[in-house]
């Protein structure tokens, strides 16, 4: 964890990080005042989408 912690400190500091971030913010506050529509025709991110990320637990089956 503390090795994690100082990877980022330092990946923070770098230009490109910091202009990658900003554009995100950027597009996240686009797409929260409603600014964007829903991609068409993207089968492919909604396979992926769909996809489950972990396996069920037992309690769930």
Not at 30 to 45: K, S
Request: glycine content about 4%; some cysteine.
């Amino acid at each position: 964890m503390l090795s994690a912690s100082a990877t980022m400190t330092v990946i923070a500091t770098k230009p490109e990080y910091q202009a990658d971030l900003e554009a995100a913010r950027t597009e996240l506050a686009h797409l929260r005042t409603g600014g964007a529509q829903a991609a068409q025709g993207c089968e492919a991110e909604n396979a992926l989408i769909a996809q489950r990320v972990m396996p069920r637990l037992a309690a769930q089956r």
